[in-house]
């Protein structure tokens, strides 16, 4: 399904984030992680409790109501040596990359990175 | 209800301890010295296959766990540890008295002294899909006379009423709970009046309850970076707090936080 440059672009978005241990790719819809890049590769359960927990906070049904009918796009679990990041494609909301970058970090720029990939990759965009 | 305030305790425990040090975390050791309670409540904090790597000293030691259980001691290193080799290798999945008896001898052994304990968590890597394999770490501390509910060291203060010390001044909305009772509200009506809501939900109760996947109990959900407002659920020991802030108000809301749990 995804050529090696997806790889390398993951790759690339953990490479650019200062302390980020692991990008994921995951497809929301299909609670399924496609892609991880990673310093050590992490067990399939780990990688399937953070998608779950990716769909959890992004696909609740609960939060529309908070957010004038619009799911949400971002979730932070933040702690004090690192912090989770779950971020929808604004392009193709079924998509969503995991981040797991330590403390401190620059927000703005995770933000930035993850969206600019997910673009890229999103509908119209390159496949992946 | 017990079973969120006590997962809602650990997340507390989890975020307190964490520290970046290369060393490794400090954790407090029971009233006696002994190493067990510290070693028991990582266990216990454990939800992932994790090795985790204890020390103290010279005295080093290496465990399995995984679901809050402990799978296997898997090195005990030091100049005690001698009482550990038998220990070392063997599953740990309903243990008699009598092993019962020697790992407890063995995990005391092997971290002796009065030094800081030290533990650094590492992926686990070998197989962990037995849930039902080893023993939880209640069921050791029950065996062996410890409280883990009390045998909790130096625990931070209470961050929840710390954050909510300055965040009101960062939010539209909020809301304070207890036990699930909303006990406190504060902003705009109307938004106050979609946490409640929201506080009754069943995503509330999945937030309570997640696993402690990034050992963190400040979660924040929103819209697109900088567009609208963001959720912010906060929880400790004692209580929990829900808040609606601008989303650009989200790196405010975490300096608040991580200078509330220290």
Redesign the interface.
């Known amino acids: 399904m995804f050529d090696i440059s997806f790889r390398d672009e993951l790759d690339a978005l953990r490479m650019k984030l200062a302390g980020c241990r692991l990008a994921a790719y995951a497809d929301l819809s299909a609670r399924m992680v496609l892609r991880v890049s990673a310093e050590a590769q992490p067990r399939r359960e780990e990688i399937d409790v953070l998608c779950d927990l990716a769909a959890q906070c992004l696909d609740g049904p609960a939060f529309p109501a908070l957010f004038d009918g619009e799911p949400p796009f971002t979730a932070v679990f933040a702690g004090k040596a690192e912090s989770h990041f779950f971020i929808r494609s604004l392009s193709d909301p079924s998509d969503a990359l995991i981040l797991i970058v330590a403390e401190p970090v620059d927000q703005a720029k995770i933000w930035a990175a993850a969206q600019d990939l997910l673009d890229r990759y999103g509908p119209g965009g390159e496949t992946p | 209800m017990k079973d969120t305030r006590r997962l809602a305790e650990r997340i507390r425990k ?2 307190g301890s ?3 040090s290369p060393e490794g975390r400090e954790l407090p050791p029971g009233p006696d010295g002994s190493p067990l309670a510290a070693i028991l409540r990582e266990v216990d904090e454990t ?3 994790r090795s985790l790597v204890f020390r103290r000293g010279e005295g080093r030691l290496v465990v399995s766990a995984a679901n809050r259980r402990l799978l296997m001691v898997d090195t005990a290193e030091g100049p005690d540890a001698a009482a550990a080799t038998d220990i070392v290798g063997r599953p740990l999945t309903q243990p008699d008295v009598a092993l019962l008896g020697r790992l407890r001898d063995a995990l005391v052994s092997a971290l002796p002294g009065n030094d800081p304990i030290r533990v650094r968590p590492a ?2 890597s070998g197989a ?2 037995d849930f039902a394999a080893g023993t939880t770490a209640v069921a050791l501390a029950s065996a062996w006379g410890i409280d883990l509910a009390t045998a909790t060291g130096n625990d931070p203060a209470d961050a929840v009423e710390d954050f909510l010390g300055t965040a009101p001044s960062l939010s539209r909305a909020w809301l304070r709970l207890d036990a699930g009772m909303v006990t406190e509200t504060g902003g705009d009506q109307a938004l106050t009046a ?2 409640r ?2 506080a009754d ?4 109760a ?2 309570d309850m ?2 402690d ?4 109990r ?9 567009d ?4 912010i659920f906060v929880s400790d020991k004692a209580e929990a707090a829900l808040l ?1 802030i601008p989303a650009e108000s ?2 405010s809301a ?1 300096t608040s ?2 200078k509330a ?1 220290g």
């Open positions: 989890l975020a964490e520290a970046s939800i992932l296959p992926p686990a962990a899909g979609r946490l809501d929201f939900s069943a995503d509330m999945e937030l997640l696993p996947a990034n050992r963190s400040f979660i924040a959900i929103g819209r697109a970076p900088g609208g407002d963001c959720l609606l989200l790196d975490r936080w991580r749990v």
